[in-house]
């Protein structure tokens, strides 16, 4: 029997997309020959997945998973073609392996996701997985991107309208904080707030200052256009920058649960209350198929195409 190299498993990889584990199966039961090993793929049906990855997959859920402890949490963007597979129970059960395997296995990004051994079952590298829910759903899946947060203090996600959008946020405290029910509710209502507000930061100093330079070229040009005196036109300019930083940091946006205070006296609040100092750490939110150029179907032109057929 030839020997079956890990150059030959690669390639064979590439040209059929199916697992890696199928794919040196398949040179073994062929003897090291490709072509061979080609047909016997396409005969399990675990080529199948190379014929869908030309496809879009711009649908799909955002995933989380938060260990026991509360200490490590995963936001993870599994995506397919069709809201309708979405929502079934097979996809979103695969995309929750997805999350939860990340949360444990920890890895540096989507490759090197792809390579590890699934966490529950080690016969399979999680790109197996997706090459077998490919074929088993009937259309491409793929792992778009994910995040994992590990904290001394607390992490809580929320996932939003069934996995459309998703969000983790990490807040810094102590030990009795993390055991405190008010920070942890704190913890969700910034997740909440997320959510719904869409802040760029946390605070100011971490706003884009590309973004931030041209805000103020924006807004100097409209008082001019409008015209406003010279020498007022700074002053209005600094006005409304505070009006953008309440737009898009997570701090001095009004808390969307009480609008009659922002989200820097609520953190306030809830630190004197818990006994405990609070901070806000980090968010990411996740917002599904953002980015991703659909597939724009032409109807007229697939009813010619049928008829023509």
Not at 162 to 167: D, E, P, R, S
């Given at each position: 029997?030839?020997?079956?190299?890990?150059?030959?498993?690669?390639?064979?990889?590439?040209?059929t997309?199916?697992?890696?584990?199928?794919?040196?199966?398949?040179?073994?039961?062929?003897?090291?020959?490709?072509?061979?090993?080609?047909?016997?793929?396409?005969?399990?049906?675990?080529?199948?997945?190379?014929?869908?990855?030309?496809?879009?997959?711009?649908?799909?859920?955002?995933?989380q998973y938060?260990?026991?402890?509360?200490?490590?949490?995963?936001?993870?963007?599994?995506?397919?073609?069709?809201?309708?597979?979405?929502?079934?129970?097979?996809?979103?059960?695969?995309a929750?392996?997805?999350?939860?395997?990340?949360?444990?296995?920890?890895?540096?990004?989507?490759?090197?996701?792809?390579?590890?051994?699934?966490?529950?079952?080690?016969?399979k590298?999680?790109?197996?997985?997706?090459?077998?829910?490919?074929?088993?759903?009937?259309?491409?899946?793929?792992?778009?991107?994910?995040?994992?947060?590990?904290?001394?203090?607390?992490?809580?996600?929320?996932?939003?309208l069934?996995?459309?959008?998703?969000?983790m946020?990490?807040v810094?405290?102590?030990?009795?904080?993390?055991?405190?029910?008010?920070?942890?509710?704190?913890?969700?209502?910034?997740?909440?707030?997320?959510?719904?507000?869409?802040?760029?930061?946390?605070?100011?100093?971490?706003?884009?200052?590309?973004?931030?330079?041209?805000?103020?070229?924006?807004?100097?040009?409209?008082?001019?256009?409008?015209?406003?005196?010279?020498?007022?036109?700074?002053?209005?300019?600094?006005?409304?920058?505070?009006?953008?930083?309440?737009?898009?940091?997570?701090?001095?946006?009004?808390?969307?649960?009480?609008?009659?205070?922002?989200?820097?006296?609520?953190?306030?609040?809830?630190?004197?209350?818990?006994?405990?100092?609070?901070?806000?750490?980090?968010?990411?939110?996740?917002?599904?198929?953002?980015?991703?150029?659909?597939?724009?179907?032409?109807?007229?032109?697939?009813?010619?195409?049928?008829?023509?057929?």
């Open positions: 029997m030839a020997a079956v190299t890990a150059q030959m498993v690669k390639e064979l990889r590439e040209r997309n199916a697992g890696m584990m199928d794919c040196k199966k398949a040179l073994l039961e062929s003897d090291g020959d490709m072509d061979k090993a080609i047909d016997w793929l396409r005969e399990k049906g675990l080529a199948q997945a190379a014929k869908k990855a030309s496809r879009i997959a711009a649908e799909g859920v955002v995933a938060v260990t026991p402890c509360g200490c490590t949490g995963v936001i993870a963007e599994v995506n397919c073609e069709t809201d309708f597979v979405a929502k079934t129970e097979n996809f979103t059960k695969f929750n392996n997805v999350a939860k395997h990340i949360a444990k296995a920890d890895p540096a990004d989507v490759d090197a996701l792809m390579a590890q051994k699934f966490v529950d079952d080690e016969t590298t999680i790109s197996d997985l997706v090459s077998e829910a490919t074929v088993a759903i009937g259309e491409k899946i793929s792992v778009r991107r994910f995040a994992r947060f590990k904290t001394e203090g607390v992490v809580s996600t929320y996932i939003h069934g996995g459309k959008v998703g969000v946020v990490e810094s405290t102590s030990e009795a904080g993390r055991e405190n029910e008010d920070v942890k509710q704190f913890a969700h209502d910034l997740a909440l707030q997320i959510a719904a507000a869409k802040p760029e930061a946390v605070r100011r100093e971490e706003v884009d200052s590309g973004k931030l330079e041209k805000e103020k070229e924006i807004q100097r040009a409209k008082a001019i256009e409008s015209g406003k005196p010279e020498k007022i036109v700074d002053r209005i300019v600094d006005g409304q920058i505070e009006k953008y930083y309440k737009e898009v940091c997570l701090l001095d946006q009004q808390f969307v649960k009480d609008p009659d205070k922002d989200v820097r006296t609520l953190m306030a609040e809830v630190s004197k209350k818990a006994g405990v100092d609070l901070d806000v750490v980090r968010f990411v939110r996740f917002e599904r198929g953002e980015g991703i150029e659909k597939r724009k179907d032409d109807l007229a032109a697939e009813i010619a195409a049928m008829q023509k057929a």
